[in-house]
C-alpha cells in the first residue's frame, strides 16, 4: 500500500481526506480510478526514465554512480510517482465531482511531481489537462507548449492545444485575435494528422476550419481523403456536400450522395441529398429524398422540415401545411410552425384557421415581429384593414419605443410598406404616401424601395403625371438606373403615349438575350395603345431570345394576351397552352385563360376548373374572383357568381368590369336598382380609368343598357302611379 516506507516519501503521510478516499472508492468506481492511474504510471515511469538517461550530459570520462547518488536518484523518483498518483486521483475526483479543491490539490501534486521529473512530458500532459479541465486556459497553454519543447512529436500536448484553440474561437469576436485562434487550432490539427493521418475527428475539424477561413480547396482535399478511407463517412459527406451547395456545385453535391444514398440507407444522407436538390430547385427530386429520410426517421423534424420547405416550393399548400401540422405536435413550443400553418391557411382561404393557428404562435412567441406582420396581412386578406392597420402601427410604435439602442431600419421598413400597402387597399392614398415617405427616412435602401412604392401609388391613384414626374426626379439622381428607366416608358405607356415610351425602351437595347424583358416591356406598351402588328412583333423578338422556362412563360403568356386582345382567340390559346405544358400552376394563365372562355360563353366547366385553380393559388385576388364569378354568372348560378362578386368588389371597389359583372348578375335577379346603382359607378369608373384602360366598346354598351333600365324603370313607376287605388 501507498504509506509504506518503501515508497512514500520521507516524512510524508496520506491525507485524511485521501485515506477517506480509498475506502469511500474501494468498490467500482475506486478500481477503475485505480487502474486508470497506475496505467498512466507505467506509460509514464518508462519514458520518464528514458528521458532522464538521454537528457544527462555525456560524462568526458566514464563515471561510475556511488551507491549513495542512485539511492537518491531512485527516492526523487518513488516520490514522482507518488505525487502523479495522487494527482492523478484527485484529477479523476474533480471530474466526477466538479469540486474546485480537488483541482488544486490535483494541480499542487502534479507540481511537485514536476519538480522531481521536470522533463518528464507525462507530468506535463496531465497538468496541462487539469488546467484546462478547471479553465485555466492560460496555464493550459504554456504547460502545453513545454511539453512540446521537450517533445515535438507528443500527440496529447497537440490534441489538447487543439481543443484549446478552437473553444476559444467561440469565446471571442472577429478581428485578428480570432484570425490568430484559427490559424493556430489549424496548426495543431494538421502537427496531429501527420502524426496520426486516420485521426478522423481531427481531420473533420481541420476541414471545418479551413471552410471558416474560406479555403474551399484545402478543405474540400481533407474532406475527400476522409471519404476514400470510408465512402459512407456521415459527417465527411455532410461537410462536403454543404460546401459543394455553398459554391453552387449542386449537381457535384448530388452525384456524391447519390452514390452514398446506394450504399446505405442513412435518413442523414437523404437530408443531404434533399438539400442538394433544393439547390439546383430540383424541388420534386428533392422531396422524395426528404420523404425517405422522414421514413427512415418520422421523429426528426429537420428531415420534416425539409420535406415542407420542398412541398412550399412547389406550391403544393395543402400538402406543405400537413407537414408543419406535423411538426407542430412534434416541436409543440416552437412558434414557427403556427406561423407557417398559418400562412399556408391564408393561401388556401382558410382564414378562420389561419387566424386560430396565428393566436397560437402569437401565444409562443408575443414579441415577434413576423407574427405581428403575418397578422396584419391576414387582416388584409379578409378586408379587415383598419385592425390590420392598427397591428402594424402598434408593431411601429413598440420598435421605436425600444430604450436600448437604434430601432431596426429593416423591420420598420417592412411593417411602413405593408402599413402603406394596407392605406393603398382602403383608397386611402394620402396616408399610404405618408406612410411611404416614413419609410423613405430609413436609409438608402428603404429609401430607393420607398421612390418605387411612391410611384405606383400615383399610378394607382391614376396621377400619372404625377408619378412621372417623381420618376424623372429619381432618374436626375440615377440617370444610368435600368428600372427607373423602364418605370418612366411604362408609365408613359398607361398614357397610352407610345412613342415616348417606345424611344425610351429601345435606347436599353444591347442586342444580345438580356434583351427579353425589354422586348417584353415593349410589347406591353405597344398592346396597351393597341399597336398590335408592333406589339406581336416584339413578344415574337422576345419568344426567340428567351432561354430559361420562366422566360419562354412570360413571352407565350404576352403572346397569349395580344392575340386575346385582337380576338384571335384560337391563336390566344396555343400560346396559353404552352405555358401551362411550361407551368400547369402559372395563376395569372389559368385566369385569363379561363376568363377568356367564359366570357365568349364555351366551355364553361373547363374555364370555371381553370379560374378556380387560381383562386385556389391567391384567394384574396380581385381580379380571379371576378373572373370566377363571371363564368358562375355565364352558367346561370347565380347565387354563386353574386357570393364570388361581391369579394371581388371588396378587393377592387373601383374596378369598371367587376361593378358592371356585379350589376349584371343583379339584373338577372330581378334586383333592378342595385343593377342600376352598380352600373352607374361602374360608368363612374370608366371616365376615371387611365387612358391605356379605357374600353370606349365596352362603355358604350354599358352606357345604353342603362339607360335602358332607367327608362324601363321610369315607365314601371308611371304605371304603377297610374293603376287605380
Known sequence: MWGTDKHMPPGKTLTASQRYTIMEFSGERMKTILSTAILSILVWAAPARAQISSAAPAPSQPASKSPASAQAAQTARADALYYFTIGHIDEQQFELTGQPDKANSSIESYKKALELEPRSTVILERLAEIYYKSQRTAAAVTTAQEALKLDADNLAAHRLLARIYVRNLGDMNGGAVQKENLDKAAEQFQAILKLDPRDISSALWLARLYRFENRHADAEKVLRSILERGSENGPALEQLSQLLIDQGRSQEAVDLLSHAAGNTASPE???????????????????????????EDPDDTGHRHGLAQSLLSQEKFAAALEQFKKLSELEPGTAENYLRMAQLYRRLGKYDEAESSLLRAKQLAPTSLEVLYHEALLYDDQGRYGDAIRVLTDAIAAIKGQPAGEPSPNALSILYEQLGRTYREQDNYPAAIQAFEEMGRLGPDSQRRAQMLLIDTYRESHDIDRAITETKKALEQSPNDQPLTVTLAMLYGEKADAPTATKLLTALLHGNDSDQEIYLDLAQVLERSRKYA????????????????????SAA???????????????????????????????SVLNYYGYMLADRGIRLDEATAMIQRAVTQDPSNGAYLDSLG???????????????????ASRAGHDPTVLGHLGDVYMKLGQTERAAELWERSLSEWQRALPADFEPEKVAELDAQLKALKRHMAQKSTTETAKPQ
Open 269 to 295: 444522407i437523404y437530408d443531404l441529398l434533399g438539400d442538394a436538390y433544393s439547390q439546383g430547385k430540383e424541388f420534386s427530386k428533392a422531396e422524395q429524398a426528404y420523404r425517405k429520410a422522414v421514413e
Open 534 to 553: 408592333d406589339a406581336e412583333a416584339s413578344a415574337r423578338k422576345a419568344m426567340e431570345i428567351s432561354r430559361e422556362p420562366g422566360e419562354q412563360e
Open 557 to 587: 403568356f404576352m403572346m397569349g394576351a395580344i392575340y386575346e386582345r385582337q380576338k384571335k382567340f384560337d391563336l390566344a390559346e396555343v400560346q396559353f397552352r404552352k405555358v401551362l405544358e411550361l407551368n400547369p400552376n402559372n395563376a
Open 630 to 648: 363571371w363564368a358562375f354568372y355565364r352558367q346561370n348560378k347565380l347565387a354563386e357568381a353574386e357570393e364570388q362578386l361581391r369579394k371581388a
